[in-house]
C-alpha cells in the first residue's frame, strides 16, 4: 500500500501552516562569484535605454559583430564591478 497523502486544498494548508526554521542557514550576503547552475536560462533584468555615444565607440563595438550591444553591457558591467565607473 502506498503511504503518500493525497493532495488536497486541506493537506496544501497544513503544509503552509507549518513553521520552517531557518536560523541553521546563513543568510547570503555576498554573491561575488555567484554562477547560475544553468546560465543559458539565467538572464538578469534589462532596461532598453537609448544613449549617445561616440561614432568611434559605436564602430569599434560594431566591428566585433553579432551582440555587440551585449559586449557594450558586459563591458560596462566589469567597469562598475572593479570600481572604475
Aim: glycine share 4%; hydrophobic share 35%; no cysteine.
Amino acid at each position: 500500500m502506498d503511504n503518500k497523502k493525497t493532495l488536497t486544498a486541506e493537506r496544501v494548508a497544513e503544509i503552509k501552516a507549518r513553521e520552517i526554521d531557518f536560523s541553521d542557514i546563513p543568510e547570503i550576503t555576498d554573491f561575488t562569484g555567484f554562477q547560475p547552475r544553468y546560465p543559458q536560462y539565467f538572464k538578469p533584468k534589462r532596461e532598453q535605454v537609448s544613449i549617445r555615444l561616440s561614432k568611434y565607440l559605436v564602430d569599434h563595438f560594431k566591428a566585433m559583430g553579432k551582440g555587440w550591444q551585449t559586449k557594450v553591457n558586459d563591458f560596462l558591467m566589469e567597469a562598475v564591478d572593479k570600481g572604475q565607473i
